[in-house]
Every structure is written in structure tokens, then in C-alpha cells.
T-cell receptor, first 115, second 114 residues
Framework: GQQLNQSPQSMFIQEGEDVSMNCTSS?????WLWYKQDPGEGPVLLIA?????ELTSNGRLTAQFGITRKDSFLNISASIPSDVGIYFC???????????????FGRGTQLTVWP | IAGITQAPTSQILAAGRRMTLRCTQD?????MYWYRQDLGLGLRLIHY???????GKGEVPDGYSVSRANTDDFPLTLASAVPSQTSVYFC?????????????FGPGTRLTVL
């Protein structure tokens, strides 16, 4: 199956620092999504991007849908301890006709924030 | 609003046993999905359903079956469990076909097959 290249694989940062992670694909997507997963829980949607070039913010989080439609990045500003978790990017192929669009996931970025 | 619920939360199962993981959503989404999450491999799609009465195979369907008798429920069955099916299983749902289609996940079922 298709795999998105997400980097970095892990990050260890100090509270207050900014964080940046990105995702690239060999295929074009119409939608990019960013999820966060806390230990023992399901992924929770953080930001959804629906248009090439779109820049969207959600509090301290900012994400962009790349112009080529093959990449996206997520920035977290002024990190805090509760930002700890695994962040996943996902690209949605909308499908054609009755074929269901598939959601392809990156392998995740494990974020650790030291107080 | 509960969103998506999954049961059981966790299960230890002997190899060869049959097991059904339950998933229910109350958002009236037309599409539902089953993923497994394994360390280092991320989330992989097992089966999906874009509307009640229809199902399709995802990336790793072997050893699993699903049914979609109504909009809200999407059970995943392991007919004869094997140790390689030890994983965390997530159910998700979305409003497929909308421009703003995004998937929402349940809390997961942790399955161990011995």
C-alpha cells in the first residue's frame, strides 16, 4: 500500500520550543489531515486541509497543504508538556465514482517535551 | 454524543478462537473503517464500508471479515485468530463523498492472541 514519508520519526524538545514536522508523498492528495494520538487512545483530528496552499491554524498548531499537493507540514509553537504524543499525517485519496477514497497514513512522529 | 465506541477495550485470546470486535457510531456517517496499528508500521486499513450493505478490502484484509447491516454498526470478525493478529484495532467513520470528508477514530481495542 501507499506510504507517506513522515519526518522526523521522533523529537525530544524542551518546553517552550517550537516544533516542526512534515510529510511527503509520491502521489497527489486532495486532503491532508493531521492527527494526534495519546497513549492508549485513538487518533484525534487536529487540523484538516482541503486546498493546495492552504494554511490553517488551530491554537498553537499551524499546518499547510503544499502547493504541489504532495506534502504538508505541521508546526507547534511554544510547546507544553501536554503536547507529548504521536503525531500522524494522513492524505486522502478521494477515489473515483463509487470507489471509496483511501486515507494513507505516515508512520508518525513521537514527540517528547521536557519541562 | 458518544461518537465512536468500540468493545471490548482489550482482550486476550487463544489462537484458533473466533473473535468479533464491535464498533458503533452515532454520527450517522455513511462510511466506516477498520485499521490495525502495529509498532513501526503506523495505521493500516483492514476493511471498509462506504455505505450500509457494502464492504471492501483494504490493505491487510486476510484473516478478517466485516459486515455492515446498518449505518451505525461495523463489526470486525477474526474467524480463527493467529498470533500475528496481535495488535491494536481502531474503528473509524466519515461522511464519505463530502468535500470535507475526514475520519474520526474510536478509542481502540487491544487484542493479544496467544
Amino acid at each position: 500500500g501507499q506510504q507517506l514519508n513522515q519526518s522526523p520519526q521522533s523529537m525530544f524538545i524542551q518546553e517552550g520550543e517550537d516544533v516542526s514536522m512534515n510529510c511527503t508523498s509520491s502521489s497527489i492528495f486532495n486532503t491532508w489531515l493531521w492527527y494526534k494520538q495519546d497513549p492508549g487512545e485513538g487518533p484525534v483530528l487536529l487540523i484538516a486541509l482541503y486546498k493546495a496552499g492552504e494554511l490553517t491554524s488551530n491554537g498553537r498548531l499551524t499546518a499547510q497543504f503544499g502547493i504541489t499537493r504532495k506534502d504538508s507540514f505541521l508546526n507547534i509553537s511554544a510547546s507544553i508538556p501536554s503536547d507529548v504524543g504521536i503525531y500522524f499525517c494522513a492524505g486522502l485519496d478521494p477515489g473515483r465514482g463509487s470507489t471509496l477514497g483511501r486515507l494513507y497514513f505516515g508512520r508518525g512522529t513521537q514527540l517528547t517535551v521536557w519541562p | 454524543i458518544a461518537g465512536i465506541t468500540q468493545a471490548p477495550t482489550s482482550q486476550i485470546l487463544a489462537a484458533g478462537r473466533r473473535m468479533t470486535l464491535r464498533c458503533t457510531q452515532d454520527m450517522r456517517h455513511n462510511a466506516m473503517y477498520w485499521y490495525r496499528q502495529d509498532l513501526g508500521l503506523g495505521l493500516r486499513l483492514i476493511h471498509y464500508s462506504n455505505t450500509a450493505g457494502t464492504t471492501g478490502k483494504g490493505e491487510v484484509p486476510d484473516g478478517y471479515s466485516v459486515s455492515r447491516a446498518n449505518t451505525d454498526d461495523f463489526p470486525l470478525t477474526l474467524a480463527s485468530a493467529v498470533p500475528s493478529q496481535t495488535s491494536v484495532y481502531f474503528c473509524a467513520s466519515s461522511e464519505w463523498g463530502r468535500r470535507t470528508d475526514t475520519q474520526y477514530f474510536g478509542p481502540g481495542t487491544r487484542l493479544t492472541v496467544l
